[in-house]
């Protein structure tokens, strides 16, 4: 969800997301339609930095 200004943050601890080959989470971000059934948009899949 976002706020009013459209912000949004993801909060995660390291050891949710602990594999031997990977130091982070992947991203992707979605954009559901105000009654959160219809998918309008969808990011390329980003690595996140530590």
């Not at 976002?2 to 990977?22: L, M, P, S, V, W």
């Not at 339609?33 to 980003?46: H, K, N, P, V, Y």
Request: hydrophobic share 35%; with cysteine; glycine share 8%.
């Amino acid at each position: 969800m976002t706020n009013r200004e459209g912000r949004y943050e993801i909060t995660y601890t390291r050891a949710q997301f602990c594999r031997a080959d990977k130091d982070s989470a992947d991203l992707i971000v979605r954009v559901y339609g105000g009654t959160g059934d219809a998918l309008l948009a969808q990011s390329d899949i980003r690595p996140l930095a530590d």
